[in-house]
């Protein structure tokens, strides 16, 4: 048995914060296998991150001892420092250099000999799909082209231990796929070790081994499918005939048996608490009654399955209804319409003549990678932008034009946490909802209505900018919320937010659409467009496809593939839609 | 092996210093502060500010009008220092003078003549705007002088000997025209040093920081030596740059002299650039974020250069306790030495004294700059 590239014995990391203490790393001991890829598995704030810089040694522990390759990265961090590569979660490329200088850089840096750069640049380039655009600067590559840089720069000199922090978030999933494959052809190849950590439940599949962290703590350590198979027989997905999956999703999440509850196709997918097929009498008392056709089949666990089994904790199930609001109109309203919509910066289009509508209570999706234009489009929505050329209406009206009170209808959560990082969550509510018009007792009760329903109490005297992400999130949309908007615009709102809060997000977005709110959202998690009742896909400013999440899943279906998922759906789009483009 | 060990070395730092010029040609903001901002300060004050007093406009209040008064007066037109202006009452020109039409009166009373001529007391009254006490001075101080001159000719035409016990030789020496101008550039290079040396160095490094980039270097072999040294010597190049700019615009634009040795003064420049870059450096190394970065170097580098350094301020006329504080302020000694080689030569004791505490600044930001700047991001 070889020995283990990472080997950690009580590892204690605390860091001070202004009023309180958090203990990042708390008293941790595994060992990383050589010649593995491991991840990093665990919500926000669990430690992935700390642990990553305590290995490349820019972090010093305050107790336990910390062995990188058989060293005492403590002691000797320079030693450690030649010999691994790693990929910080904002990879540090210099836009204003060119690739090629980028690799110039690292290349001297980790002191590669000039005889031997040429071949191992081909290599690099070659791997990542990269040599054309040697010339270019950093800074006007892609989104996916950076990160496969920031990957290339790294393994500049074959390193025996590679670091990679969340290289893949926000990345489309074809180039997520290619820096796998890169990953495990050095794996095999070299011989090198992997340790990776990541947003993504479904990458953890991919690794040999996953190691799952949560708040500080170690869970647990192992492979990935025997991890899945700890909630065999528990998982199930159920479908009512004509039935709408919100209010199924809704009813099944607040049965005692049921753990997680999460909207799937057609149906819902299943946790339950114990194994055991559930009875449709015990899962949908009043439903049986109704005369519907109720099925129930077990399903094979994901990683996604066993990760919220072990980490939910059921016994706060609050239901997440928002309060009875009066929305007059039917449903077949067309609430926002957009045709022929295009946005161009110089000669760059970044939106390029979409169309859309979406009716009255409908979760419209735009999906896409970093950089596809659903931020642009989303921009020229809501009226922060000027429109190049086409036509934009929401609730009938361009909101560049409109007037206040119509504006009032709207709410909007910007991709970026843009409240005041240094008012306290009470004031920052305050703040929001005067400027919305509400005073006096229906100011207080709303501010009170969303300290509760957003479980914010606690921190209520907090100032926002020191709340935990997971907060910070539920904060901005209640603050969109203050003044009981009827079309709600939310860009990227679960971008960096693990799968926890992310359902209690969608949790309460499907509860404020079964109210008869509108609501656009963005996102380049391809498995929330689960949660939509239709969407597009969008790639280099352009629509790739619309429909419902089914239709999309559909097209990418075939003998081999079954039964899709969402991603597969996207990179079948883009393999065989997009236009071939010369310049990337 | 330890050549093999010095070959890396010196590719590593080759790789920085690379990596940092590309980014230098690529950033237009700091070929501008270093090569744009000198030739604009240097202008602006070369032709914006000026601390000479001419053409003050001046109220002279004439109750009774006759050959006396106008002689008197006429020493004022002639003086350049004057743009006088005339008042037949003294209201007239208080008025004036309230109406900020005029610095100062000069009130002549309708007995003043009379009183002259029968060897009376003859009072001149000088109402001067105080608003602005220097330049209250100032005014004073001239309006004394074309009296006075005046009293000795009148005196001497009469054939009268006025027994004044003092007589005033003015004598100028290093800037014998007076001229503001000579005095100013060299400190406004000084300013500029200040500024190119810390600003800049505390934007770039700052910008690693912000930009992520700073934790991946951290992680190669990279040591905290090389890193500085890779930011340092570009930035004193640049600045050095911008130094031979400031110095060619002043002799052969503005025409200051330059009476000390060139090589001298490349040396001191050199020895402050130094203590400049090292602030930057320090600057960012605890800011680290850009805006706050270079807040801090202009708050802690420039304003003080500006008024502390005694090239705009005299710094014996500034509180005991500010005056302590100037002895901190680099530019003060570079400000003297720049002066002193500019406008009167290699004079050795006032160059020597001011590298001396120069040097010991440059000591104590080495030591501060090394302990801060460990490989690690807390």
């Given at each position: 048995?070889?020995?283990?590239?990472?080997?950690?014995?009580?590892?204690?990391?605390?860091f001070?914060s202004q009023?309180?203490?958090?203990?990042?790393?708390d008293?941790?001991?595994?060992a990383?296998?050589?010649?593995?890829?491991?991840?990093?598995?665990?919500?926000?704030?669990?430690?992935k991150?700390?642990?990553?810089?305590?290995?490349?040694?820019?972090?010093?522990?305050?107790?336990?001892?910390?062995?990188?390759?058989?060293?005492?990265?403590?002691?000797?961090?320079?030693?450690v420092?030649?010999?691994?590569?790693y990929?910080?979660?904002?990879?540090?490329?210099?836009?204003?250099?060119?690739?090629?200088e980028?690799?110039?850089?690292?290349?001297?840096?980790q002191?590669?000999?000039?005889?031997?750069?040429?071949?191992?640049?081909d290599?690099?380039?070659?791997?990542?799909?990269?040599?054309?655009?040697?010339?270019?600067?950093?800074g006007?590559?892609?989104?996916?082209?950076?990160?496969?840089?920031?990957?290339?720069?790294?393994?500049?000199?074959?390193?025996?231990?590679?670091?990679l922090d969340?290289?893949?978030?926000?990345?489309?999933?074809?180039?997520?796929?290619?820096?796998?494959?890169?990953?495990?052809?050095?794996?095999?190849?070299?011989?090198?070790?992997?340790?990776?950590?990541?947003?993504?439940?479904d990458?953890?599949?991919?690794?040999d081994?996953?190691?799952?962290l949560?708040?500080?703590?170690?869970?647990?350590?192992?492979?990935?499918?025997?991890?899945?198979?700890?909630?065999?027989?528990?998982?199930?997905?159920?479908t009512?005939?004509?039935?709408k999956?919100?209010?199924l999703?809704?009813?099944?999440s607040q049965?005692?048996?049921?753990?997680?509850?999460?909207?799937?196709?057609?149906?819902?997918?299943?946790?339950m608490?114990?194994?055991?097929?559930?009875?449709?009498?015990?899962?949908?008392?009043?439903r049986?009654?109704a005369?519907?056709?109720?099925?129930?089949?077990?399903?094979?666990?994901?990683f996604?399955?066993?990760?919220?089994?072990?980490?939910?904790?059921?016994?706060?199930?609050?239901?997440?209804?928002?309060?009875?609001?009066?929305?007059s109109g039917s449903?077949?309203?067309?609430?926002i319409?957009?045709?022929?919509?295009?946005?161009?910066?110089?000669?760059?289009?970044?939106?390029?003549?979409?169309?859309?509508?979406?009716?009255?209570?409908?979760?419209?999706?735009?999906?896409?990678?970093n950089?596809?234009?659903?931020?642009?489009?989303?921009?020229?929505?809501?009226?922060?932008?000027?429109?190049?050329?086409?036509?934009v209406?929401?609730?009938g009206?361009?909101?560049?034009?409109?007037?206040?009170?119509?504006?009032?209808?709207?709410?909007?959560?910007?991709?970026?946490?843009?409240?005041?990082?240094?008012?306290?969550?009470?004031?920052?509510?305050?703040?929001?909802?005067?400027?919305y018009?509400l005073?006096?007792?229906?100011?207080q009760?709303r501010?009170?209505?969303?300290?509760?329903?957003?479980?914010?109490e606690?921190?209520?005297?907090?100032?926002?900018?020191?709340?935990?992400?997971?907060?910070?999130?539920?904060?901005s949309?209640?603050?969109?919320?203050?003044?009981k908007?009827?079309?709600?615009?939310?860009?990227?709102?679960?971008?960096g937010?693990d799968p926890?809060?992310?359902?209690?997000?969608?949790?309460r977005?499907?509860?404020?659409?079964?109210?008869?709110?509108?609501?656009?959202?963005?996102?380049?998690?391809?498995d929330?467009a689960?949660?939509?009742?239709?969407?597009v896909?969008?790639?280099?400013?352009?629509?790739?496809?619309?429909?419902t999440?089914?239709d999309?899943?559909?097209?990418?279906?075939?003998?081999?593939?079954?039964?899709?998922?969402?991603?597969?759906?996207?990179?079948?789009?883009?393999?065989?839609?997009?236009?071939?483009?010369?310049?990337? | 092996?330890t050549?093999?060990k010095?070959s890396?070395?010196s590719?590593?730092?080759?790789g920085?210093?690379?990596?940092?010029?590309?980014?230098?040609?690529?950033?237009?903001?700091?070929?501008?502060?270093?090569?744009?901002?000198?030739?604009?300060?240097?202008?602006?004050?070369?032709?914006?500010?000026?601390?000479?007093?001419?053409?003050?406009?001046?109220?002279?209040?004439?109750?009774?009008?006759?050959?006396?008064?106008?002689?008197?007066?006429?020493?004022?037109?002639?003086?350049?220092?004057?743009?006088?202006s005339y008042?037949?009452?003294?209201?007239?020109?208080?008025?004036?003078?309230?109406?900020r039409?005029?610095?100062?009166?000069?009130?002549?009373?309708?007995?003043?003549?009379?009183?002259?001529?029968?060897?009376?007391?003859?009072?001149?009254?000088?109402?001067?705007?105080?608003?602005?006490?220097n330049?209250?001075n100032?005014?004073?101080?001239?309006?004394?002088?074309?009296?006075q001159?005046?009293?000795?000719?009148?005196?001497?035409?009469?054939?009268?000997?006025?027994?004044?016990?003092?007589?005033?030789?003015?004598?100028?020496?290093?800037?014998?025209?007076?001229?503001?101008?000579?005095?100013?550039?060299?400190?406004?290079?000084?300013?500029?040093?200040?500024?190119?040396?810390?600003?800049?160095?505390?934007?770039?490094?700052?910008?690693?920081?912000?930009r992520g980039?700073?934790?991946?270097?951290?992680?190669?072999p990279?040591?905290?030596?090389?890193?500085?040294?890779?930011k340092?010597?570009?930035?004193?190049?640049?600045?050095?740059?911008?130094?031979?700019i400031?110095?060619?615009?002043?002799?052969?634009?503005?025409?200051?002299?330059?009476?000390?040795?060139?090589?001298?003064?490349?040396?001191?420049?050199?020895?402050?650039?130094?203590?400049?870059l090292l602030?930057?450096?320090?600057?960012?190394?605890i800011?680290?974020?850009?805006?706050v970065?270079?807040?801090?170097?202009?708050?802690?580098?420039?304003?003080?250069?500006?008024?502390?350094?005694?090239f705009?301020?005299?710094?014996?006329?500034?509180?005991?306790?500010?005056?302590?504080?100037t002895?901190?302020?680099?530019?003060?000694?570079?400000?003297?030495?720049?002066?002193?080689?500019?406008?009167?030569g290699?004079?050795?004791?006032?160059?020597?004294?001011?590298?001396?505490?120069?040097?010991?600044?440059l000591?104590?930001?080495?030591?501060?700059?090394?302990?801060?700047?460990?490989?690690?991001?807390?």
């Amino acid at each position: 048995m070889p020995k283990p590239i990472l080997l950690l014995s009580q590892v204690n990391k605390t860091f001070d914060s202004q009023d309180y203490q958090v203990k990042a790393i708390d008293d941790m001991s595994f060992a990383v296998k050589t010649g593995k890829v491991t991840g990093l598995i665990g919500p926000d704030g669990a430690g992935k991150t700390t642990l990553m810089r305590l290995a490349c040694g820019i972090l010093t522990p305050d107790s336990g001892d910390f062995e990188v390759m058989g060293i005492d990265v403590t002691k000797e961090p320079l030693q450690v420092q030649s010999q691994i590569g790693y990929m910080p979660q904002r990879f540090g490329l210099y836009e204003d250099l060119t690739v090629q200088e980028n690799l110039d850089l690292y290349a001297d840096l980790q002191n590669v000999a000039k005889d031997k750069r040429q071949a191992r640049y081909d290599e690099l380039m070659h791997m990542t799909g990269m040599s054309p655009f040697t010339g270019r600067l950093a800074g006007k590559l892609s989104g996916g082209m950076k990160q496969k840089l920031g990957l290339a720069c790294a393994l500049i000199r074959s390193p025996k231990l590679l670091l990679l922090d969340e290289a893949t978030v926000g990345v489309d999933p074809v180039s997520r796929r290619e820096l796998w494959e890169i990953v495990y052809h050095q794996v095999h190849e070299q011989g090198m070790s992997v340790l990776l950590s990541t947003a993504y439940l479904d990458e953890a599949e991919r690794c040999d081994e996953v190691v799952l962290l949560h708040e500080g703590k170690l869970i647990m350590q192992g492979n990935p499918k025997e991890f899945s198979q700890t909630v065999n027989g528990r998982v199930f997905q159920v479908t009512v005939e004509n039935s709408k999956h919100r209010p199924l999703q809704q009813k099944l999440s607040q049965n005692p048996a049921v753990l997680d509850a999460l909207i799937e196709g057609k149906g819902v997918r299943l946790v339950m608490n114990e194994k055991g097929l559930p009875t449709a009498e015990n899962l949908l008392p009043d439903r049986v009654n109704a005369n519907k056709k109720i099925k129930i089949k077990a399903v094979t666990p994901r990683f996604e399955d066993a990760f919220i089994a072990r980490l939910k904790n059921k016994e706060k199930s609050k239901e997440y209804s928002i309060e009875k609001m009066e929305i007059s109109g039917s449903a077949d309203d067309e609430v926002i319409r957009v045709e022929d919509l295009t946005r161009k910066f110089g000669d760059f289009t970044a939106v390029d003549k979409i169309n859309f509508h979406v009716k009255r209570g409908e979760i419209f999706g735009l999906l896409g990678a970093n950089g596809a234009g659903k931020s642009t489009a989303f921009r020229m929505l809501c009226g922060l932008l000027p429109v190049s050329s086409g036509k934009v209406a929401v609730a009938g009206m361009d909101l560049r034009v409109a007037t206040a009170s119509a504006r009032g209808k709207i709410g909007y959560m910007a991709q970026k946490f843009s409240l005041y990082t240094d008012l306290s969550v009470k004031q920052n509510l305050k703040f929001f909802s005067s400027a919305y018009g509400l005073r006096k007792k229906a100011q207080q009760d709303r501010i009170d209505w969303a300290l509760d329903i957003f479980e914010l109490e606690e921190y209520q005297d907090t100032n926002a900018g020191n709340l935990p992400l997971g907060y910070k999130q539920r904060l901005s949309f209640a603050a969109a919320l203050m003044h009981k908007p009827e079309i709600l615009f939310l860009d990227e709102p679960t971008s960096g937010v693990d799968p926890l809060a992310r359902r209690e997000f969608w949790q309460r977005t499907n509860a404020l659409a079964e109210m008869g709110v509108t609501i656009l959202v963005t996102t380049h998690f391809m498995d929330e467009a689960n949660y939509c009742d239709r969407l597009v896909i969008m790639s280099k400013g352009k629509i790739l496809a619309s429909g419902t999440p089914l239709d999309m899943k559909n097209l990418a279906r075939t003998e081999s593939q079954p039964d899709p998922s969402m991603e597969d759906a996207f990179i079948y789009l883009i393999q065989n839609k997009e236009q071939p483009d010369d310049s990337e | 092996m330890t050549v093999n060990k010095t070959s890396a070395r010196s590719r590593r730092l080759m790789g920085m210093l690379r990596k940092e010029m590309w980014q230098i040609i690529r950033d237009p903001s700091s070929i501008a502060i270093a090569f744009v901002m000198p030739v604009v300060l240097l202008f602006m004050f070369g032709y914006g500010v000026s601390l000479d007093a001419k053409n003050i406009p001046v109220g002279i209040a004439v109750e009774k009008a006759d050959i006396i008064t106008q002689s008197l007066s006429d020493s004022f037109e002639q003086s350049e220092f004057f743009k006088p202006s005339y008042y037949h009452s003294i209201q007239q020109a208080q008025l004036a003078l309230e109406e900020r039409k005029i610095d100062g009166i000069v009130w002549l009373r309708s007995n003043f003549s009379q009183n002259l001529q029968a060897g009376k007391q003859a009072p001149i009254e000088i109402i001067i705007n105080g608003v602005d006490s220097n330049q209250a001075n100032i005014t004073m101080g001239y309006i004394q002088g074309v009296w006075q001159s005046w009293l000795t000719l009148f005196s001497n035409a009469r054939g009268i000997q006025l027994n004044l016990p003092v007589v005033l030789e003015q004598r100028v020496w290093f800037n014998s025209a007076l001229n503001s101008r000579l005095f100013l550039v060299p400190g406004v290079i000084a300013v500029i040093m200040t500024m190119i040396g810390s600003l800049l160095t505390a934007m770039v490094v700052a910008r690693e920081w912000e930009r992520g980039t700073m934790e991946a270097l951290m992680v190669t072999p990279l040591s905290m030596k090389e890193m500085l040294a890779g930011k340092l010597i570009p930035y004193f190049i640049l600045g050095m740059g911008s130094m031979f700019i400031s110095v060619a615009l002043a002799v052969w634009w503005f025409g200051v002299p330059l009476r000390g040795s060139f090589w001298v003064m490349v040396l001191a420049s050199s020895l402050f650039m130094m203590v400049s870059l090292l602030i930057g450096l320090l600057i960012s190394i605890i800011s680290k974020n850009q805006f706050v970065a270079g807040q801090t170097a202009i708050a802690a580098s420039f304003l003080p250069a500006f008024l502390l350094s005694g090239f705009l301020f005299d710094i014996n006329s500034m509180p005991a306790f500010i005056q302590g504080i100037t002895y901190l302020i680099p530019a003060r000694y570079f400000v003297a030495q720049l002066q002193t080689l500019f406008l009167a030569g290699n004079v050795w004791p006032v160059i020597l004294s001011n590298a001396f505490a120069l040097l010991v600044m440059l000591f104590v930001l080495v030591l501060l700059v090394s302990s801060k700047s460990r490989k690690t991001l807390e």
